[in-house]
């Protein structure tokens, strides 16, 4: 919803307009119950409901959306240069496509604003420090579980995310894993929520802001997304607490 | 599949001589096994199969089939207030940017049908009447399971869906299910399926009707997602003849 | 990614600069941990990775990735009727609105390159041999679990999928499969990957070719649904050296 002009093909914006044309209802519960309701909770920042957001429709592809809440994510405090290193992340963890869907908006909004190389993150950056000991133990628990199962995939997720993507400085990793969490739950992948929302809150995502996280996404990715998770994060919430 | 001129940048219809530019085999089927034989089946009236195919495809972002089965809905007797609230619906349960989706090829549509305000369903209409003890057994058992897993979901759950969303009339409550279910099923949400087909077959629909609702489904979300969805669907069948 | 001209509005492909504009990092990652690294691997010959890649691109509908991976399909020794090929059989393996989307670009492609009717699989050709003991056991079986629950559903799975799409000579049964399970990881369905990983493996897939498949395809569908499948893939991979 916006009055940005078209930045591509792929991605016209809708107008409050065009949205009352098909459905009053409908602009009624974005203007009441999403952007003047659940936008205003406190238990998340809007830059957290941003990195939220935006991981969720990159993760479904809703490219409609893309121009708002691009530019709303800028605007409520996600730097350029983390927004393309949202996007980088994304390639690997929803998909090469989705993360290109995303670029084919975002270069229009960059060009827009001016925001050239200087303000985007490096190829190569001084890597975060690596907790050996965790990773070592991750590596080990995978390998056993599917090294002789597809050593190619097993291999890369050594090499290529947990020790080069998760360490790029360009994303703090607490907001490198909201963003994971976010996608996997709005993609449907249950399975991974357990791994990835214990490294989140490893690195430093509060259990309340995990809460308001789902309260979030549902708007996003639908209901069913969010509920389908719930049985997960109530397991983590509970291993957690029993510890 | 239609002559339809384009209607946004987004949603461009294919026609016949376009699918058999690449295929002549799918155009075949589409006319053939599709259009000639599925939709012609007595086990689903011509508007059920329409509510069914809008959702699935707005469920999966299939913006390419949009005008075409939008429009093919109107024809088959799905009012334009009904197709507006679908969509409102389905923001709520397949996620805010497929609603959107929806409404860029909507509102062209509409606009040139001169479908105006006076078709659409008010922001706010006299509610439906609620079946408050249901509602509280619903309420009382998400709460226990999952208020204190995120608290904020759990009251817009009541608040917004089940006090709000579900009693709008512009939408009977069997063929608002009847949209839920087959949204679940488009999207892979088997673990949702129990509880929404219950609803849908307290609401009105037949085993009959649900079972075709499978049989069509495969057809616009892929056999993998109505083959998923199969187990769960038999487990709610079995226990209500049980009983 | 390439330097194609736009094929249609809703596929405009991106081009390095583009990439570069948004993320210089996932320019790097595109040309050398995917295009120049993945890509190479021998496990995996470059037609087997197109057919992989098409199959991903097209389940999960990333338009923007289409018009670069059909042409390089084509490049890879894909065959304009094999492509055509793939389109037909994941409209039904993936949902008829995601095949439309491939319809939407492939015909651009197709007419800049001149490839007519000739080159296309003909609507009816003389079917592939059936192994009739093998189907009539599928048969019984799903006859048995699913045909009381959804007659419809099962009656079009022996007709439309096992004695017609399956027999099409198009597409060899092996590479059929091959793109039918990419399809089920891309798409997350893991609760059908047993049946049809055991039917590619049948087909003449080798164990070391369907775990570069899962390596492969972490890229373009995400690394949560290439996770997600693997202990379903271990369980094939198990069942089978055990027997």
Redesign the interface.
Known sequence: ?SDLH?T?????S?TYV?????????????EE??LGG?WK?P?LSPRDRSLVTVA??I???????MPFHFVRALDNGVKPAEL??V??H???????????????V??SI??QRGIG?DQ????KDKPLPLNEEVEKQRAIQVGN??GA?????VQ??TD??FRDLWL?P?LVPRDRSLVTVS??I???????ISFHLNRAMDNGLTQAQA??T??HI???????????A?PF??DV?ERRTSH
């Not at 591509?8 to 016209?12: K, M």
């Not at 993760?59 to 959306?65: D, M």
């Not at 199962?149 to 995939?153: F, K, N, T, W």
């Not at 709005?186 to 991974?192: H, I, S, V, Y």
């Open positions: 919803m078209r591509n093909a792929a991605a016209e809708l065009d949205v009352r044309s098909v459905s009053p209802a409908l602009e009624y519960y974005t119950s999403l659940l909770r238990e969720a429709i993760a479904r592809i809703q490219t409609v959306e393309s290193e996007i980088t994304l390639a690997f963890y929803a998909g090469w496509g989705n993360a290109m869907a995303a670029v084919a975002a270069k960059f060009h190389k985007l993150p490096p190829v579980n599917f199962v597809s050593p190619g995939l890369n997720t290529l995310l790029r360009a996608a996997l709005a993609n449907g992948q249950t399975a991974q809460a308001e789902l309260t549902a708007f996003y990715a639908g209901w069913p997304c969010a509920f389908s719930l994060v109530k919430f």
